[in-house]
């Protein structure tokens, strides 16, 4: 469970480097360098980037890199990638929960303990009430949810990926320091018009459990990136109760 007690608020935010390429996201580099706790390499700044983006983005912002391909291939092929992705030096990684409890132990052998393996659970692109992909017809969203975080868990994957409406449900099963990493999250006073369809506040995403948020287009978007995230970081510490009273 995550400790309030010795986190800063900023370090609940992981932002999602989701540009076009390595010379994009070097603004983001510099303005966020301090003021979040962990950026995100998702598959599109990778391919362009390939494997050095990785060292990169880690030297240029001093942060921690979680690499985000959501891996989804049979046991042998997602155990060697993750084997790479341990020598890349990367804090976490991701693997679709859908694709089974031995591909899911292939990624945590692979990784070795030097990679935070992370179960994909359902992506938060898809409507609330119905979990979709793999799972039995007009299965309930939440109950699918943590059903796929407790394989992860008795896989040893280091946590999991869902969005901040599960957060609590699997919070409350989760065992010991399993992660709860949640995307899909917009600002209050963010105007939602994209692809993301199971959202929810920074703050209602840590008051559920969550022990990290990905955060991309609410201060990508911006315009001034470093104020968006120190905005974020304030409703995070509201939520922790850090955030000192007005006198």
């Known amino acids: 469970m995550n400790d309030s007690r010795k986190r800063r608020a900023q370090d609940y935010i992981i932002f999602a480097l989701d540009v076009p ?3 994009a996201a070097e603004p983001y580099l510099a303005s966020l360098r301090g003021r979040v706790g962990m950026f995100k390499i998702g598959l599109e700044l990778f391919v362009r980037g390939g494997p050095a983006i990785v060292a990169h983005v880690r030297r240029k912002s001093g942060a921690p890199v979680f690499l985000d391909l959501k891996l989804h291939d049979i046991p042998e092929t997602v155990r060697r990638t993750t084997a790479g992705m341990a020598e890349l030096g990367v804090a976490f990684a991701t693997v679709h929960c859908s694709g089974g409890r031995r ?3 292939a990624a945590v052998a692979g990784a070795a303990g030097q990679v935070g393996i992370l179960g994909v659970t359902v992506l938060t692109s898809r409507p609330a009430g119905r979990s979709g992909g793999s799972a039995p017809p007009g299965a309930d969203m939440t109950a699918e949810v943590v059903r796929r975080a407790r394989m992860a868990m008795a896989s040893g ?4 990926i869902c969005s901040g409406l599960e ?3 699997v919070r409350k099963a989760a065992d010991g320091d399993f992660k709860i990493v949640t995307p899909g999250i917009r ?3 963010a105007a939602v018009r994209d692809d993301q369809r199971r ?3 920074p703050a209602a995403a840590v008051a559920a459990g969550a022990d990290y948020v990905v955060i991309g287009r609410p201060i990508r978007d911006a315009a001034d990136p470093a ?3 120190g905005a974020i970081a304030r409703q995070i510490r509201e939520a922790l109760g850090q955030e000192p009273k007005p006198a």
């Not at 994957?157 to 999991?160: D, E, I, Q, S």
């Open 21 to 23: 390429g390595p010379q």
């Open 103 to 105: 591909m899911l132990e």
């Open 157 to 160: 994957c280091a946590g999991v």
């Open 167 to 169: 957060a609590a449900a």
């Open 187 to 189: 600002p209050a006073e």
């Open 199 to 201: 959202i929810v506040t």
């Open 227 to 229: 104020a968006a995230a």
